[in-house]
Every structure is written in structure tokens, then in C-alpha cells.
């Protein structure tokens, strides 16, 4: 009568599985990444090229970096431009990234850098349609056009999830905008430097622990609006809250254990992306070519949550 | 009280002479004796103080102007908060709390009775006064009227006794916690010149002007808290009520400060260097910066050892380095004999930090402490030269920097990111960003230098007084060579030192070490707010090929085109000749003498010299030999060129390459950006 429930590791484990077998669905949500970044690269290629001109800096650029080169450029940078700095050049800019990305602060890098991102967050709830109707399909057998279909059938009832959790994200933020400017004033007199740290990394500690609760409640609820075809919104933000509530330990888990492999990741592509260097074609390639595969595996990582998180919900079912 | 000084000088003795007062450095005409209690609960200062003046002047006066810098912070009318909210700073915000805010208050100020001259209560006569803006609410001056006037060479002595309300941290002076910083605390003589009082209000961009004296400061803090503070320490008395009076004496210099906490931790060392005096190092650093005391010794010595060496001795035998508390707001600021660098928790070797603010700081010393200019009125002099010399001191010493990046800056706030992160690769050069090149360019026509500092605006004052005098006196090194400059600058160290120089007499020292008239150069980055940049405007090679009709045997000859199809086989032969015209552009409004250097393929090198006056000048040069590329100042002597990248054009150059490069990367960026973006869905 009752069976032993999947653990999380079991669902880490089937949740990568999944993914691993369907490298067609995997390279098709790369390739819209890919294909939506190029043409704003080839913007900001446009931007360094027209500002190194015919100089020989171009020379020095070419070989490693020229900082005094960049001073020049990033005076008279506009828009995208801007967000063209020596941090975000090297391993992919990650820590830039994260930094942003807990605090909310990626909604402050410029009207033309959010409207990019809503753009692509719009691109994503389209693809996350196709990728957890996938996932959900007896025999998971991928093809295009079953993956367009799904996307499109549930991209309408997920962009009334994204409606919902939007209003939350942003208390979360105002949140964080309030916090920590309290941390600040309780803090005002302390004159250790670890000590104000100490106060900083728990605000962090509640920041991204809301963070990622609604970020689960919300991955359930869509779970919950393809698998059990539900249409309201609401009652499927529910059904995920519950979800997660009665569950904590292998939903957090789950995403603890996803947090580490992505960590282990970047470890290694911290070590291995290079410098400034080189300056062949085939070595700017290379470095290219690196720092997609750290991409893909990141996307790997992000669609095997997503399908262990279907495979927890389905063996609750 | 005061250390004795002779009270009247004899008419017709110069008034600078010194040589009555037995090892005297300076003219010694403003002496304090001050008596300080210090309330750490309620953060309070009580104090008493006997200033000893003595008119220097050739001109009497009959009023004394006292700066009181702790009144700036006592409301928001005030014209340093004023000036602060303008220039968008505004330091906390808006969250100024009661307790934040300071004063001072006089409560008594008498004229001590001396010879003829009988007691007299100033008090009364005590007023405000707004030389600059007129603003009334501003009391960071004050005047009082003497019943006499003071003759020159006559000394008087003012007794005041006055309470103080410590600020939380402005301008590097106040509390966190208990920790005290404690800077222009006391009500202070402005410096009486040219017939009148040179003593300006408190600015939020300029700093201090002070004449030179003898300090006896008597200090009382809680028993068992560590006493920093300028001078050497002669005594240091259990009061057995819980307090501890430390007692500090300094000659011939023209301020002090002192900090105060339970919390330092003291190293000692000491600085020999060949030729040059010893100096006692004494430094209190915070405890979790332990790690760091060798790198705080270091820089100290480094700047004592060059600037020593370069430009004069360090003459007090002691220094005192304070790395101040996290968040205290008091580090990176100059004392006399006592300095504040600045560090933080994690702080890897290779960004600058803490090094170059200790150089920064104790340079200082010399500019600004045995020199010392008026920095209310020519700022740049003290933070031009020493920016200027920090960052040739750590080139020297430590190389090029590299680009850090401070990680986890807490939303919403004021502070500044934990983490750093060195990037390796992206170094970055003494000549820019040591002399501050990126911070001079958008200020770069803002004001004049020649303008009184306080009147610059507020925002784009630092970028003029310290990153353009640091870059324009480096282009002088690069121009006239170091082996000139610095004998003058060592020359304007020592015929001013222990005095207050003006603008024209760096530049006479300067042209005078270099052999000819620089009244061009200082017309233009100190007189005025010229900017400078020189550009290719256009660079081609071309094979000369006569075409139409020529004089042969005095007779007009056609000459058809040549036939092309081979013009590859030709190239580089010796009787192909190559016309190669550059258009050279001054695009500033600045003028300087340029090279133009014109690189050939066969590796010829040929370099022409510009006045660079007028607006555009053609370079013509005939060769057999290709021209490959063509850079205007190509050695990067004129360092106030705010657009280098435009000196060079490659001809046969491919910008798609790094463009490609650097794009590409920014590109995996971008798209690990946009993946956060789609975690909000
Ligand atoms: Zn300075």
C-alpha cells in the first residue's frame, strides 16, 4: 500500500537523466540563448571596433587588454555599452552576475540591458512550456514541433504565473532595499568590519532564502498546470505552495544539492577560462567555445532541477 | 602652556627670522597650548586653550579670525552642507540624526594680559562672519576685535575655553562607536597675510591653511584606551577618575589631531635610510588588520625614503600611522606627524590598496605639512604634487596596479563592496591611472586651477586639484626630463618649506631648473581651462606615379598611367617610390609641442617635430618604403591628451579582431545575465 517516496537524490539523479537523454531539446534552448545574444554582441563587437578605429590600440587589444584604452571608451560609452567592463570579460562575468541577481540590483544595469532581459524572461516562459511538457510526456521522445506546440499552449497560462510571482519578486527586493540600509543603522557603530559583514551575510542568508521559495513555489505550480492540466493560475500557485510547505526538506534540498553542482561548475570553469589572452582567431574561438559548454552545463544543471522537481511532484502524486 | 618664545620681536629684524628661537624650523607665530577632556558617553569635547600669535606681518591689525570647522556640521544651513548637497554627495543622505550633528561652542575668549597691554574680554565683540557666500547661518568663522591693534612683530595671547560636540564622521572627523578621530577640533587662527585675514569659510571640497607654531596639547581619555596623535609624547598622567591625560608636544607644525580607542593595537618600528634622519614609526591599527602591518610599514618607509630623497628630509623623527576603524569615515587624510590610511578586512596585494593611500597620506608630510600652501585657495599645490609624487612613489616600489572590482555591495546602501576581486591582465599604469587620468577627463573644462579651489565646483574639484596637476607635472617630467624636475622640485621644497608658497612661485622654480620660460605651459593647465588632444586626422601611402606631361629635354612630354596588372611584383622594389601624407589634428583647445613618428615597412623609422599650434598641420614623406603606421606623441609626453587612442593610425590595420575578441566574451556574459533574468519566471 504505501511505497518508499523518491528521495532527492533519486530526483536529482533522474531530473539529470532526463535531460542527458534529450540533447535535442537541450540544444534548442541553448540556441535561443545563442541566437538572441549574437546580434547584441555583434552591437557591442560594432561599438569596440568603431572606438579602436584604425589606432594601434587596436594592436594591444588584440594581444591582451588596454586599460587606458577602456577609460577612454567607457567616458563616452552609452546605453549597452556601459555594461562593457574588464569584470564581466573573464569567466563569464558570473561573479558580476550573482552579485546582481540576489539583490535585485540586475533591474538598475540600464533600460536597454532590462529590456533585453524581459525580452529573453518572455523567451523563457515560452520555452519552459516545451521543456516540462517534455519532461511530463510518456517515452519523452523531442521533436520541434511538439515542443513550439507545448510552449505555445501553456505559454499564456505561465505568463499569468510570471503576472503572480512578479509583484512578490519585487517586494522581495523592495525588501532587500529596506534591510539592508536597517543593517546599515544597527550597525553604525560597530567598528569591526567582520562584525557588519557578519549582520550583511544574514540579511543575504533571508534575501536569497525568499528568494528561491518563491522560486520554487512558483517551478511547482507550473509543474502543477502540466501535469495535472490545471488553468487557474492561482489555484496552481497554491498547489505549489503547499507542495513545497509539506515537503520542505527534499524541495529545499533539491535545490541546495542543484546549488552545489552549479558551484562545483563554476569552481572549475573559474580555473580553466583564461585571461586576457590569446590573440589567434583559433585561440578567441577556443575561449568561445569554452565559455558556451560552461553555459550548457549551467543549462543542464537548470533543466535537471526542473525535471527533478517534476519527478518529486509526480511521485507525490 | 606655550613652549616660551621671545614676545617682541625688534623692529627691522626680518620678520621670518627664526634664528632667535634655538632649532626653530618655522616662523613659530601661532602657538596653542590646549587642555582636552574628552566624554566618550556623551561624546563631548571640554576644552581650554592659550594661543600665543605673533604678528608676522608688515601691517598692524586689530582683529583676530578664528576658524571653528565643527560648526559646518551643526545644521544643513551651513555652507559646507550646502555645498555638499549640492554637488550630490550629501554624505548620509538624508539620515542625519541628532546625535550626528556637531558644534562648538566659545564659551569664554580673553586677552591675556601682557606688558602694557591689560586683560581685556573678547566676548563681546565675537560675530559670524561669511567672507565667501555671505551665508548667515554658516558660524564656521569668527572674528573678534582687539581694543589695540596688534604691531608688527608684536605677540599676543588669547585665552578661550569652549565645549564640542563631536560629529558622527564628517570629513574624516568624528566618532563610530568608540572609536574617536578628532581633526580641526579646536577654534583655530586663520593665517593673517597681505594685510588681512586669510580665513575662509569651511568648504566641502577644500581642505585647511594654518600658520606654523608650537602645539602643547594636553589630552584626557579613558584610562586604558590608546592615545594616537601628532607630536611626541612627554607625559601621561593616571588622573585615578578613570582618565588618562596624555601630553603631546610638536613644533613647527600647522595643526593637530588625535584619535582615541580601546581597540588599537601598536606597532612600533623605525625608518633609517642612508643619508637621510631616522624616523620613530608608530602604528595603531585595528585588530583584524593585524595581518597588514608589514604592508602599512612598507609604504610608510617608501614615502619617507623618496620623498625624502627627492625633495628634503622628514625632519620630526617621528611618525604616527593610524589605520582607523571599519566604516569610521576617517582614513585617507593628512596631520602634522600623524596620518590615516585605510584598508579592509580582505585586501589582496595588487590593487593600490592599502599602499598607495599610506603613500598618499604620508606624502602629505611634505606636501602640505612642511610645505604648506594654502588649501583653501590653491589646493592643487599640496594634493597636485603629492598625487603626482604617490604615484611615482609606487611605481617605483610596487608597479603597475591592476582593475579590481569590489564584490556584494548591500542594496540601498552607502558602503562599499566586501569582496574584491584582482583581475589579472587589466593592469593599469602609473602614468594614467596612478596620476588619475580617467577621474581628470570629465573635469577636464570645468575650472581653471588658477581659480580659488573653494570656488571651483564642488564636484569637479578633485579631478582638477589632484589628477590634472598630477598628470600635467608628469607630462613636465616627461618633457624637461626627471633629472630636472625634481631638483626643482626639490628647490621650491626647500625655499618654501615652513612657509606658505603660491602658484607663481612653483612655476618660477620650475622654469627657472629648467632653463627656459614654461610661462606657456602654466598659462594653459594652470591659468586656464585648456584641454588637450592631438589626432591622425588621416594617414595614406600611395606609389608616386607620374602621370600627364613632364619637361623632357625642355620640352612637355606625355607620360601615360603606368600598367598596373604587375604592381605587386613591384612593390618594395627599388625604384617604386612611395608618397605617404599624414594629416595631423589638434582637436583641444591646448597647445603643445608633438613628435609625429612615421613607421615604414622596411622598419624605418622617420620623426618629425610639431609646435602643434596650429590647427591641423600635413606631413609629407617620399620613400621607397610604404608607410605601416604613424603615431602623434608616440612616448605619451603630453599625458593631459584626453583621447590617446586617436594618436595612432595603422594602415593596414583589422579593429574586427579585438573587437571580436572582447565582444565575444562580453557575449557569455550576457547571456549568464539574461539566464538570471529568466529566473525571476
Ligand atoms: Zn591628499
Known amino acids: ?317 | 602652556m606655550v613652549a616660551p618664545v621671545s614676545a617682541v620681536e625688534p623692529q627691522g629684524v626680518s620678520l621670518n627670522d627664526t634664528s632667535g628661537i634655538s632649532g626653530a624650523l618655522s616662523p613659530r607665530n601661532a602657538n596653542y597650548s590646549i587642555d582636552v577632556r574628552l566624554d566618550p558617553e556623551a561624546r563631548f569635547l571640554e576644552g581650554r586653550q592659550v594661543v600665543q600669535w605673533r604678528n608676522i606681518q608688515q601691517q598692524p591689525t586689530a582683529e583676530l579670525r578664528f576658524h571653528v570647522y565643527w560648526n559646518a556640521w551643526r545644521n544643513n544651513e551651513s555652507t559646507w552642507m550646502r555645498e555638499d548637497r549640492f554637488r550630490g554627495r550629501s554624505d548620509r543622505g538624508e539620515d542625519i540624526l541628532e546625535g550626528d550633528w556637531s558644534y562648538v561652542e566659545v564659551e569664554t575668549i580673553r586677552l591675556l594680559a601682557a606688558g602694557e597691554r591689560p586683560d581685556a574680554d573678547l566676548a563681546r565683540s565675537l560675530r559670524f562672519v561669511a567672507p565667501d557666500d555671505g551665508n548667515t547661518g554658516d558660524r564656521s568663522v569668527f572674528q573678534v576685535d582687539l581694543p589695540e591693534p596688534v604691531e608688527p612683530g608684536e605677540s599676543i595671547e588669547v585665552e578661550l575655553s569652549w565645549v564640542a560636540k563631536i560629529p558622527r564622521t564628517f570629513a574624516r572627523t568624528g566618532f563610530r562607536g568608540d572609536f574617536f578621530f578628532i581633526a580641526h577640533w579646536f577654534p583655530k587662527l586663520g593665517v593673517f597675510e597681505d594685510g588681512g585675514w586669510t580665513a575662509p569659510q569651511y568648504h566641502s571640497a577644500t581642505e585647511y591653511y594654518s600658520d606654523f607654531g608650537v602645539y602643547d596639547v594636553r589630552i584626557s581619555v579613558p584610562t586604558g584606551w590608546t592615545l594616537g596623535a601628532t607630536g611626541r609624547k612627554v607625559e601621561k598622567t593616571d588622573n585615578n577618575d578613570g582618565s588618562t591625560t596624555h601630553h603631546h608636544i610638536q613644533e613647527d607644525v600647522h595643526g593637530f589631531a588625535w584619535t582615541t580607542s580601546p581597540d588599537y593595537i601598536e606597532f612600533l618600528d623605525r625608518f633609517e635610510a642612508p643619508g637621510l634622519p631616522g624616523v620613530d614609526i608608530r602604528l595603531l591599527m585595528q585588530p583584524e588588520h593585524r595581518k597588514q602591518k608589514d604592508r602599512h610599514l612598507a609604504a610608510t618607509r617608501a614615502a619617507l625614503e623618496l620623498y625624502g630623497s627627492w625633495y628634503g628630509p622628514y625632519p620630526y623623527g617621528h611618525i604616527t600611522v593610524i589605520d582607523p576603524a571599519y566604516g569610521s569615515g576617517a582614513g585617507g587624510m593628512e596631520y602634522p606627524t600623524l596620518f590615516t590610511c585605510g584598508t579592509r578586512w580582505i585586501n589582496p596585494f595588487g590593487a593600490g590598496s592599502p599602499e598607495g593611500v599610506t603613500i598618499h597620506e604620508a606624502g602629505h608630510q611634505f606636501w602640505y605639512g612642511i610645505v604648506g600652501n594654502d588649501e583653501f585657495n590653491h589646493a592643487w599645490i599640496d594634493e597636485g604634487l603629492n598625487s603626482f609624487s604617490d604615484a611615482r612613489v609606487y611605481d617605483e616600489k610596487f608597479g603597475d596596479t591592476m582593475y579590481r572590482k569590489l564584490y556584494f555591495v548591500p542594496p540601498g546602501t552607502e558602503q562599499r563592496g566586501f569582496f574584491p576581486r584582482l583581475f589579472h591582465g587589466f593592469s593599469q599604469s602609473r602614468a594614467t591611472y596612478g596620476n588619475g587620468l580617467d577621474r581628470y577627463r570629465p573635469t577636464a573644462t570645468s575650472d581653471a586651477p588658477a581659480k580659488p579651489t573653494f570656488r571651483y565646483h564642488p564636484a569637479t574639484a578633485s579631478g582638477i586639484s589632484y589628477s590634472k596637476t598630477a598628470l600635467w607635472l608628469h607630462t613636465l617630467e616627461r618633457l624637461l626630463g626627471w633629472s630636472k624636475l625634481q631638483p626643482a622640485m626639490a628647490a621650491f621644497f626647500e625655499r618654501h618649506k615652513f612657509a606658505h608658497p603660491r602658484p607663481a612661485d612653483l612655476e618660477s622654480v620650475v622654469s627657472e631648473y629648467a632653463g627656459q620660460d614654461l610661462g606657456w605651459f602654466f598659462d594653459q593647465v594652470v591659468g586656464d581651462s585648456s584641454h588637450f588632444d592631438y589626432a591622425i586626422d588621416s594617414a595614406d601611402s600611395f606609389r608616386i606615379e607620374p602621370e600627364g606631361y613632364f619637361e623632357v629635354a625642355g620640352k612637355p612630354s606625355y607620360r601615360a598611367k603606368p600598367e598596373t596588372e604587375d604592381s605587386d611584383a613591384d612593390e618594395g622594389s627599388m625604384d617604386s617610390e612611395y608618397r605617404s601624407e599624414v594629416v595631423v589634428r589638434r582637436l583641444g583647445t591646448g597647445v603643445f609641442p608633438v613628435d609625429v613618428l612615421m613607421v615604414f615597412e622596411d622598419g624605418a623609422e622617420i620623426r618629425r617635430r610639431w609646435d602643434g599650434a596650429d590647427r591641423w598641420k600635413l606631413f609629407v614623406e617620399e620613400k621607397t618604403s610604404k608607410l605601416v603606421s604613424v603615431t602623434v606623441d608616440p612616448e605619451r609626453v603630453l599625458l593631459l591628451d584626453l583621447d590617446y587612442t586617436n594618436n595612432s593610425r595603422v594602415l593596414d590595420s583589422k579593429p574586427w579582431k579585438p573587437a571580436l575578441k572582447w565582444a565575444s566574451r562580453w557575449m557569455l556574459w550576457f547571456q549568464d545575465l539574461m539566464g538570471a533574468f529568466a529566473y525571476y519566471v
Open chain 1, 1 to 317: 500500500m504505501y511505497s518508499r517516496k523518491l528521495g532527492i537524490a533519486e530526483a536529482a539523479r533522474s531530473g539529470l537523466t532526463a535531460t542527458i537523454a534529450a540533447p535535442r531539446l537541450l540544444a534548442v534552448v541553448w540556441l535561443a540563448g545563442v541566437l538572441l545574444a549574437l546580434p547584441i554582441a555583434a552591437m557591442v563587437a560594432t561599438a569596440v571596433a568603431s572606438s579602436v578605429g584604425k589606432s594601434a590600440v587596436g594592436q594591444s587589444l588584440e594581444q591582451g587588454f588596454d586599460m587606458d584604452w577602456h577609460g577612454e571608451f567607457a567616458h563616452q560609452a552609452r546605453g549597452l555599452e556601459k555594461s562593457f567592463t574588464p569584470s564581466v570579460l573573464v569567466g563569464g562575468g558570473w561573479l558580476d552576475t550573482l552579485d546582481v541577481w540576489w539583490s535585485g540590483e540586475i533591474f538598475s544595469l540600464g533600460p536597454e540591458i532590462v529590456a533585453f532581459g524581459i525580452l529573453f524572461a518572455f523567451l523563457w516562459i515560452l520555452i519552459t512550456g516545451g521543456i516540462l511538457a517534455h519532461f511530463n510526456r510518456p517515452g519523452r521522445r523531442f521533436s520541434l514541433g511538439s515542443f513550439l506546440a507545448d510552449g505555445g499552449r501553456l505559454c499564456l497560462r505561465f505568463l499569468r504565473l510570471a503576472l503572480l510571482s512578479a509583484p512578490l519578486y519585487y517586494g522581495l527586493f523592495r525588501l532587500a532595499r529596506w534591510l539592508f540600509p536597517w543593517i546599515e543603522r544597527i550597525t553604525v557603530d560597530k567598528t569591526v568590519e567582520r562584525t557588519v559583514l557578519a549582520y550583511n551575510l544574514a540579511g543575504v542568508a533571508v534575501i536569497v532564502a525568499l528568494l528561491i521559495t518563491v522560486k520554487m513555489v512558483f517551478d511547482y505550480a507550473k509543474i502543477a498546470v502540466v501535469v495535472e492540466e490545471r488553468r487557474s493560475a492561482i489555484l496552481a500557485v497554491l498547489r505549489g505552495f503547499r507542495f513545497v510547505l509539506r515537503r520542505p526538506l527534499r524541495t529545499y534540498g533539491m535545490v541546495v544539492l542543484f546549488s552545489v553542482l552549479g558551484a562545483v561548475l563554476l569552481l572549475i570553469y573559474t580555473l580553466v577560462a583564461p585571461g586576457t589572452g590569446p590573440a589567434s582567431f583559433a585561440g578567441v574561438t577556443l575561449v568561445f567555445l569554452l565559455g558556451q559548454l560552461f553555459l550548457l552545463a549551467r543549462l543542464s544543471l537548470r533543466l535537471g532541477l526542473l525535471a527533478g522537481e517534476l519527478a518529486l511532484f509526480r511521485d507525490a502524486l
